[in-house]
């Protein structure tokens, strides 16, 4: 099926399905640089206080709308929050340090997720696949080369912030109904919430780890929206039982 022409006849039009820690490893390697950055700290505060690592998150949002999302995002983050915690007193030494810690992420292993590769080509059998990841545009563009997913996916939507308007100029772009969209995502926040707010459907597959700003959400646990597949294995099952509802929607 041509990605340019979704199955309009279906009830399910079009499946966008996110990266990060939905089809690939990502938040362990984030991690791993939080614990580097706080080691660091450890020669100047104590940072066993938890509001010192709280002190990086916060930094971390107040860059968003200069910095966005990503490891560049982090690393500068990490520099400012040290800077700002410790009075100036950081060594040049350990900044050079998280500088090291970024391009050490930068350069993470690519690791596909156990099932996506099976059930992502399952599903583009029966319906047009896009995917569509937030963060920084050549990390990303890394990211899907070497998890080599341009033979899955014909259109790959690359999107500095995940919210109501960003789906809504990506399906105008389809010219699809927002009812016939469904995004499989890991994060409440950035794919799930966005999508059923504006009438669409939602898969849920929740990741090992998850960063402190995409738990902050307001999607209920009963969403009639949205479906939880605890693994990719799940997806193709999970999208069926969504045909099933979207099918009974448009019939009532």
Known sequence: MNISTPGRGS???????????????????????????????????????????????????RNLAVFGYGVKAMTLSMIEAAIEITDSRVSAKHIQCMLDIGHDTLRHPVELIDGVRESVAKIAEDHPVVLITKGDLFHQEAKIKVAQLHDLFPRIEIVSEKDPETYARVLSEFDLPINQFVMVGNSLRSDIEPVVTLGGWGVHTPYAVTWAHETEHGVADDEPRMVTADTAWDWPAALQAIQAKATAARGA
């Open 11 to 61: 009830a399910i039009g079009l499946v966008g399905f996110d990266g990060d820690d939905t089809l690939w490893k990502s938040e362990d390697y984030y991690r791993k640089a939080e614990q580097d950055y706080l080691d660091l700290l450890s020669h100047y505060i104590d940072v066993h206080d938890t509001r010192t690592a709280r002190h990086l998150l916060d930094v971390q949002r």
